[in-house]
């Protein structure tokens, strides 16, 4: 595996070993699983373990001789910059790949003529299981942000609704009579 490979650079710092398992360790997860669904937990639980072993300790998935850890697990993710060791963020990686894609799917125009985007909103607003879903007629795209979390739709538009649902409540963070000052002032006094 890319891990075991990595594991056998004695010349990578911890910091080389966090961009090696983000670049090279994960790639093609992060591909197929932006077309997928997230990993089961126990996938995700050895992924976790073995990028923890391969960035902290420079040891291969499921040693022989394991070392206690040095870093926390939770601490190897992100920029050094930020005080993170490099490792990507994977899950949030994954969700925020569904979240595009889902973004896409809500801001494309109404006319639009890409076939899977005019499928998905069919559907959605055809749903006989879920009758509330005739917001689709009235908010368009956009009530899969109100949408309850189930698990008989289609993947891909479960997984889009989801990745969408990650990122939090719609709120209206301006309107158009506010200034750019006025909101300059706001933003000044929410991170105060």
């Not at 050895?46 to 998935?61: F, H, I, N, S, T």
Request: proline share 10%; hydrophobic share 40%; aromatic share 10%.
């Amino acid at each position: 595996s890319a891990f075991k490979r990595l594991s056998h650079i004695p010349q990578l710092s911890t910091f080389g070993r966090g961009f090696g398992s983000a670049s090279y360790g994960v790639s093609k997860l992060l591909y197929a699983a932006e077309f997928s669904d997230l990993p089961d937990d126990r996938f995700q639980a050895a992924l976790r373990r073995a990028m923890a072993q391969l960035v902290d300790r420079g040891q291969p998935p499921n040693p022989s001789q394991p070392k206690f850890p040095g870093v926390a697990a939770q601490l190897l993710p992100g920029s050094p910059k930020e005080g993170g060791f490099g490792a990507l963020p994977w899950q949030e990686h994954i969700r925020a790949r569904h979240a595009w894609w889902g973004a896409f799917f809500v801001t494309a125009p109404v006319d639009t003529d890409i076939p899977w985007v005019r499928i998905g909103r069919a559907y959605l607003a055809a749903d006989p299981d879920h009758p509330g879903l005739d917001r689709c007629c009235w908010w368009g795209p956009l009530a899969v942000f109100d949408i309850d979390k189930d698990t008989q739709r289609p993947p891909p538009i479960r997984r889009m609704i989801a990745g969408l649902q990650a990122m939090g409540p719609v709120r209206d963070v301006m309107s158009p009579a506010t200034s750019h000052r006025e909101y300059l002032q706001r933003r000044q006094q929410n991170h105060q």
